[in-house]
């Protein structure tokens, strides 16, 4: 503490050099103190200096700031010291500094120590360690050292972050501190460190950040919270925007369906302060960045589906029609709607169907169409609804359908009471306002692209001008309008009218003659295009001659010559004379070297500065750049390459209706082989059912002649006769049945038999081996190892014993059913025989079917006898087996004796050979005690002495090996 008053006192005595003296002393006493509390004060003093005297401190104290880091971590206070001064120099944070250029002054410094810091990559990594304590005095101002490190020099620190092991997963802690301070900042670190690199936000979302931010989101209030739900969104912005994968992962993860709550703004009346609109603003960009159109199809389209599922659009429609929400939220909302349903017939549908809460209600689509043709609404609003209409007609032909019919005689309100989407278009379209002329046109031709029977019914439409005089076709009043030109006053742009209906018409007529052909149809109309582009006009004009030429190529390019007047050549004679072929090609390519031209090109969404700058439509630069080129050819193409492209497209027609012949015959054939195969299947299942039908029927008929035998036999003439005839054809039926399972029965005895004795065979074999190895086994070592496989062969014999003995017994248990089963049939033949009686009429018969009987029973009795005899010889051969195994279990005891004994010979010429050892090790000491001895008294010791002693060595090392091999076995 004196060195610091010391230190201080001349700080505020002498000159401005004296503060370089002071940081130098304290520097000084950084490096070389060995008190950690000098060290420590002498920290703190630089971090009160290192604000006002950034560059001093910045070269004089960088480096042992660093080295306070790196030996000084067990001080958490010195550690906080260190790394708030390092922040301190890096940062730019200064409010003091007010003028451009210390300000920039400022920045190059923050830069240039950046540099310094990071040139060295193990600072980062000794940085991220730190992150790891959990004392505030050291999280904190190392997450906001951290932070500023990669506000300075961005990518050079990501890649020092990524390449470091666990670095990512480091900071991704921060979020769950539970001290709202760091966690805020790690959110500010995290989107530092994920801004423009695609591999840590991947690494970033792995680490389970969605649901991080998403539960700070939800804590916070979600639109009603501060200013840590717009941190959080940024850097939910961060990891998704131009990121396919992790976009793929949050809807996986079911994360779309958290983000509805954060839509339900509540009453109209419950305000909306500044961080709200902010936040809500944030949120909608966040769906955005989901389903924006430069995102690959199928992921969008997923997107899209999810948020269809959850309520989410149906939530965003809600804000839509709600009444009260700020101007840029709606605006916003109306385009992060536009997105959500471009291109995806669910949402389109759906969006079709919602209505705007009035009385009576209107669909929205008209409620938004009237704020687009409305001059008063702002023009943000306006090109925002435009985009919508342009989403929802994108790709739906069905909506398509609906808003062109809105326009057709039969189905205009007569009453009315309610305007339809089509008559604001024609509103708009024809009104004083040059930007709603434009929006209306734009907006029409979405109705009409790659459709072609919109592009039909639309030469339907008639408009009624002013009373009294007929009916005008739509395509004949937009030509009107058209050369009337400058003649109509209107408020904005002067070219901006002609522009937006050129694109009309334009869309209208490309890829349909019959369109063409109405067009061509008027009289004045190819005069007036001739007539733009053959004038030398201004460069304000040069865009409208260039769409009246694409307006003209296009009548050349697709006209059937149906008209005798205006065929392909005629045209194409009049633009040679009038214009000239060179100048129709250079007006053509004003369109494309326009500079809105390529800015309306990048992005579907009418997105302009101000409405001078509304001239070009997405969809419609697609178009100039498909038919430029082809109208270019068919300028230039003679008469006969016209004649010759015709027959070629009129054999490609005659070929393409053949096919389309050969292919609706195909689809015929194949209905039919699909209803020839649903009737086969039909077919084979009433087979089934029949068949199974006359199985039963089949199994009936049999019981039914089963039951007529039986009752035939039962109706004989004598009863008594027939009963004991019905027994005798019993007995008849069931003896040679039980006689054959008999024989099977004896059949699998003598099998079991067999086996038996080849397996006592072997046993027989294995024990004479085991005797004859036992007798001529002299070494130890074999012994040992005889005795080793004796054991487990002894256990395997008991085992295999056990089961002989078990089928012995369970065989003996068959014979007896046997013989039980041989007295049964021996009382059923004594009962049969007593029941016979000779009777008048059929004496005869029954004495041959007692004969017969007879000879059965003399049969049975001969296999009876057999029987008996094989059982005699099954019981004889078993009590052989029992003296085997009686004898083979005293051969394996006396083996087992033979072999502990042999054990203990082992184990004493084991203990016998340990004594040797230690003897001769006693002797081998003694030796060599004397040996140094002699050599101590100048006696010579020969080098033979050394060798035999070696050698004696060598042999008690031989003598070692057979202990050694013994104590292996």
């Known amino acids: 503490m004196n060195f610091l008053r010391g230190v201080m006192g001349g700080q505020s005595a002498g000159p401005q050099h004296t503060e370089a003296e002071t940081i130098q002393k304290l520097c000084d006493r950084v490096a070389s103190s060995t008190l950690l509390d000098d060290r420590r004060n002498a920290v703190r003093a630089l971090k009160s200096l290192s604000k006002k005297y950034r560059l001093e401190v910045g070269i004089q104290a960088m480096e042992h700031l660093i080295h306070v880091l790196q030996t000084d971590r067990s001080d958490s206070e010195i550690i906080g010291y260190a790394l708030d001064t390092l922040y301190n120099i890096i940062s730019n944070d200064e409010e003091e500094e007010v003028e451009e250029n210390s300000t920039r002054q400022s920045e190059d410094l923050g830069s240039q120590f950046t540099e310094i810091f990071i040139k060295q990559q193990e600072n980062v990594t000794l940085l991220l360690s730190l992150l790891e304590e959990f004392d505030f005095h050291v999280r904190w101002p190392g997450v906001k050292l951290l932070t500023s490190l990669l506000k300075q020099l961005g990518p050079q620190v990501q890649q020092i972050i990524l390449v470091s092991p666990m670095g990512v997963s480091r900071l991704m802690d921060l979020l769950a501190d539970s001290r709202e301070v760091i966690r805020n900042d790690g959110v500010l670190l995290l989107q530092a460190l994920t801004r423009s690199n695609g591999a840590i936000q991947k690494i970033v979302a792995f680490e389970n950040a969605f649901e991080r931010l998403l539960d700070i989101i939800s804590e916070e209030g979600n639109s009603d919270g501060g200013i840590v739900v717009e941190d959080c969104l940024i850097l939910l912005q961060n990891l998704l925007k131009n990121n396919n994968s992790n976009q793929n992962f949050f809807k996986e993860g079911s994360y779309i369906q958290r983000m509805k709550p954060w839509f339900e703004v509540g009453d109209e009346n419950s305000g909306w302060s500044a961080q709200k609109v902010t936040n809500l603003h944030l949120m909608l960009q966040l769906v955005r960045v989901l389903v924006s159109p430069t995102n690959p199809p199928g992921a969008t389209s997923s997107c899209q589906k999810a948020m269809f599922q959850c309520g989410l659009l149906q939530q965003l429609c809600t804000i839509l029609m709600a009444t009260g929400v700020p101007a840029d939220i709606l605006t916003e909302t109306i385009n992060t709607v536009s997105e959500v349903i471009r291109g995806y017939q669910v949402n389109q549908d759906y969006f079709a169907s919602v209505n705007a809460p009035s009385n009576p209600p209107r669909p929205a689509i008209v409620v938004l169409l009237m704020s687009m043709v409305n001059e008063r609404q702002p023009f943000v609003l306006r090109c925002a609804v435009l985009y919508c209409f342009q989403c929802f007609l994108y790709k739906n032909q069905k909506g398509q359908g609906e808003i062109v019919s809105t326009l057709l005689p039969s189905t205009i309100d007569a009453t009315g009471n309610s305007v339809s989407a089509g008559q604001l278009l024609c509103g708009g379209l024809f009104s004083t306002d040059s930007l709603s002329n434009w ?195 068919a300028i230039y193409k003679s008469s006969e390459e016209d004649k010759k492209e015709e027959e070629v497209k009129k054999t490609l027609e005659q070929h393409d209706n053949i096919v389309t012949h050969y292919k609706n015959m195909i689809r015929e054939q194949d209905l039919q082989l699909e209803e020839l195969k649903q009737q086969v299947s039909t077919l084979k299942c009433q087979n089934e059912q029949l068949q199974t039908a006359v199985t039963q029927q089949v199994s009936q008929i049999q019981q039914h002649k089963d039951q007529y035998n039986l009752l035939k036999i039962q109706l004989g003439k004598d009863n008594q006769h027939q009963g004991s005839y019905g027994e005798g054809a019993q007995m008849n039926g069931v003896q040679p049945e039980e006689i054959g399972r008999l024989r099977e029965e004896i059949e699998e005895l003598k099998n079991n038999q067999e086996l038996l004795q080849s397996k006592l065979t072997e046993k027989d074999s294995v024990i004479e081996n085991l005797k004859s190895s036992q007798t001529s086994g002299t070494n130890e070592q074999s012994s040992a190892i005889v005795s080793a496989r004796d054991s487990e062969q002894v256990a395997e014999l008991k085992q295999e014993l056990a089961t002989l003995k078990s089928q012995l017994n369970s065989q003996s248990m068959e014979i007896t059913k046997l013989q039980t089963e041989k007295q049964e049939l021996l009382q059923k033949t004594e009962v049969f025989a007593k029941s016979v009686e000779v009777q008048g009429e059929t004496q005869t018969v029954i004495a041959t079917k007692t004969t017969d009987v007879e000879g059965r029973l003399s049969a049975l009795l001969q296999e009876t006898k057999e029987l008996k005899n094989e059982i005699k010889a099954l019981s004889e051969e078993r009590t052989a087996i029992k003296e085997q195994l009686d004898s083979s279990n005293s051969t394996i005891a006396i083996l087992q004796t033979e072999k502990d004994k042999l054990e203990l010979e082992i184990t004493d010429s084991k203990k016998e050979q340990d004594d040797l050892l230690v003897l001769l090790a006693d002797q081998d000491q003694k030796i060599l005690s004397l040996k140094n001895k002699l050599k101590d008294l100048g006696h010579p010791v020969e080098e033979e002495d050394e060798l035999e002693s070696g050698d004696q060595e060598d042999e008690d090392d031989e003598s070692e090996d057979p202990g050694k091999d013994l104590d292996h076995i």
């Open 439 to 633: 929006c209306a046109a734009v907006a029409l031709a979405h109705a009409l692209q790659e459709n072609a029977t919109q592009k039909e019914q639309l030469l339907r439409v008639q408009l009624a001008t002013s009373i009294g005089n007929p009916p005008v076709s739509l395509l004949q009043q937009c030509t009107n309008i058209l050369s009337q030109g400058d003649k109509i006053d209107r408020r904005g742009s002067k070219i901006q009218t002609r522009v937006g209906l050129l694109m009309l018409l334009c869309t209208w007529l490309s890829n349909c003659p019959i369109a063409v052909t109405h067009f061509l149809h008027n009289s004045a109309n190819v005069p007036f295009l001739t007539g733009q582009i053959a004038e030398n006009l201004g460069e304000e004009e040069q865009l409208v001659q260039g769409l009246c030429a694409l307006l003209l190529g296009i009548s050349i390019y697709f006209n059937d010559n149906s008209l005798e007047s205006y065929k392909k050549e005629k045209l194409k004679q009049l633009i040679e004379k009038r214009i000239g072929k060179e100048n129709f090609i250079e007006k053509l390519g004003f369109i494309s070297k326009h500079e809105l031209y390529s800015r309306a090109s990048q992005k579907p969404q009418p997105n302009f500065p101000s409405p001078e700058y509304m001239i070009f439509d997405h969809e419609f630069t697609k178009l100039v750049k498909e038919l430029e080129g082809v109208i270019t050819k």
